[in-house]
Nanobody, 122 residues
Framework: QVQLVESGGGLVQAGGSLRLSCAAS????????MAWFRQAPGKEREFVAG????????YYADSVMGRFTISRDNAKNTVYLQMNSLKPEDTAVYYC???????????????WGQGTQVTVSS
C-alpha cells in the first residue's frame, strides 16, 4: 500500500504559477504510476496529468497541455505538478493518485491523497 499527502495549493492570480507536491509513504513508490486529478465544485473529478513508474512517459488532459508539467523524484518518493499560466477555470481541489498501472480515469487508481485546494482569481 501507499499513502499520499498533497501540498502546495493556494490562491494565485490568473497567469501565475504554482507547484503541487505529493509525498508518498512506503519503499515501493517507484513501482507505482502516479497521476493528478482535480474536482471543481459541482463537477466530477477529472484527469489532469499522469506519469509512469520511471518518469519516462507522461500524458496530459487537453485542457492543461503545454501549461502543466508532471514529474517525479523516486529518491524522494514525491511527484510534482508544475502549473503555469493558470486560469480561473483551473480552480479545483487537486488530488494525487497512485496505482501499479497507468490510467486516465478515476477507477484506474486505488490510492488517493486528501486533496489540496487551488484557487485562481481573475
Amino acid at each position: 500500500q501507499v499513502q499520499l499527502v498533497e501540498s502546495g495549493g493556494g490562491l494565485v492570480q490568473a497567469g501565475g504559477s504554482l507547484r503541487l507536491s505529493c509525498a508518498a509513504s512506503g519503499r515501493t513508490f517507484s513501482r507505482y504510476a502516479m497521476a493528478w486529478f482535480r474536482q471543481a465544485p459541482g463537477k466530477e473529478r477529472e484527469f489532469v496529468a499522469g506519469i509512469n513508474w520511471s518518469g519516462g512517459s507522461t500524458y496530459y488532459a487537453d485542457s492543461v497541455m503545454g501549461r502543466f508539467t508532471i514529474s517525479r523524484d523516486n529518491a524522494k518518493n514525491t511527484v510534482y505538478l508544475q502549473m503555469n499560466s493558470l486560469k480561473p477555470e483551473d480552480t479545483a481541489v487537486y488530488y494525487c493518485a497512485a496505482d501499479l498501472v497507468s490510467g486516465t480515469v478515476v477507477g484506474d487508481y486505488n490510492y488517493w491523497g486528501q486533496g489540496t485546494q487551488v484557487t485562481v482569481s481573475s
